[in-house]
């Protein structure tokens, strides 16, 4: 079965600091990994997907395939980083259901 | 930037009534779906739709869902008799071919 776990429901680090949430997946087969992001009001957006290797907003993630995981990472928070950020895990290949993990709710003190 | 839109944003229903999820995907895209998500739990899949077809569907996605594309724009959630535990945000998304999904901004279904 497929599985995300997102084990901080919350993170809050101080501005300037490194930012790391964690993600780990449980899945048989060959994964397509992503982040979406979604800020207050906004909706669900795409951030990171692991294919792409883009680092977008300074955010960067990394497959792991050993240990099944695809931590999100920030050397330097910002203010406009606190969002609630959805790691999720699909199938490879086209229009393939996303499975989400639980969600972290980053907050980025001043 | 096209988006994906969604109405109503807020739904309040009587349990055992019937309500209607309305959703515009991006226009030049094939595949649709809904998730939902109650409140404080995970965001769930429910249904992926192409060609006029089901793709897949969940364990929740019971007799009493259904989805349409009645015309070349709308994608529908359709929810037969509403119960309590139906009281969530859903989510309607689309993605053309890759696999990135594109979200709309919710409907909240709130049944008393």
Same mark, same amino acid.
């Given at each position: #079965?497929?599985?995300?776990?997102?084990?901080? %429901?919350?993170?809050?680090?101080?501005?300037? #600091?490194?930012? =790391?949430?964690?993600?780990?997946?449980?899945?048989?087969?060959?994964? =397509?990994? +992503?982040?979406?992001?979604?800020?207050?009001?906004?909706?669900?957006?795409?951030?990171?997907? *692991?294919?792409?290797? =883009?680092?977008?907003?300074? +955010?960067?993630?990394?497959?792991?395939?050993? =240990?099944?995981?695809? *931590?999100?990472?920030?050397?330097? #928070?910002?203010?406009?980083?606190?969002?609630?950020?959805?790691?999720?895990?699909?199938?490879?290949?086209? #229009?393939? %259901?996303?499975?989400?993990?639980?969600?972290?709710?980053?907050?980025?003190?001043? | 930037?096209?988006? &994906? @839109?969604?109405?109503?944003?807020?739904?309040?229903?009587?349990?055992?009534?019937?309500?209607? !999820? $309305?959703?515009?995907?991006?226009?030049?895209?094939?595949?649709?779906?809904?998730? $939902?998500?109650?409140?404080?739990? /995970?965001?769930?899949?429910? &249904?992926?739709?192409?060609?006029?077809?089901?793709?897949? /569907?969940?364990?929740?996605?019971?007799?009493?869902?259904?989805?349409?594309?009645?015309?070349?724009?709308?994608? @529908?959630? /359709?929810? $037969?008799?509403?119960? !309590?535990?139906?009281?969530?945000?859903?989510?309607?998304?689309?993605?053309?071919?890759?696999?990135?999904?594109?979200?709309?901004?919710?409907? $909240? !279904?709130? &049944?008393?």
């Amino acid at each position: #079965a497929q599985r995300v776990t997102q084990p901080e %429901k919350l993170l809050s680090v101080f501005k300037g #600091a490194p930012v =790391e949430l964690k993600c780990n997946y449980s899945y048989s087969g060959s994964p =397509e990994l +992503f982040w979406y992001v979604q800020y207050s009001r906004q909706r669900l957006q795409l951030l990171l997907r *692991h294919i792409s290797r =883009e680092s977008i907003k300074g +955010f960067t993630a990394d497959l792991n395939k050993g =240990e099944t995981s695809f *931590h999100l990472k920030k050397p330097f #928070a910002q203010e406009e980083d606190s969002a609630m950020y959805y790691c999720a895990l699909s199938e490879s290949g086209r #229009a393939q %259901k996303l499975v989400f993990g639980q969600g972290t709710r980053l907050t980025i003190n001043p | 930037e096209p988006e &994906v @839109t969604q109405t109503p944003s807020h739904q309040v229903t009587q349990m055992g009534q019937e309500v209607i !999820l $309305r959703c515009v995907p991006i226009s030049n895209h094939l595949y649709f779906y809904w998730y $939902r998500q109650i409140l404080g739990q /995970k965001v769930e899949f429910l &249904v992926s739709f192409y060609n006029n077809e089901i793709s897949e /569907k969940s364990e929740i996605f019971d007799d009493q869902f259904s989805v349409e594309r009645p015309d070349g724009s709308n994608f @529908t959630l /359709k929810i $037969r008799s509403t119960k !309590l535990e139906d009281s969530a945000m859903y989510f309607c998304a689309s993605s053309g071919e890759g696999n990135e999904q594109y979200f709309g901004p919710g409907t $909240r !279904l709130t &049944v008393t």
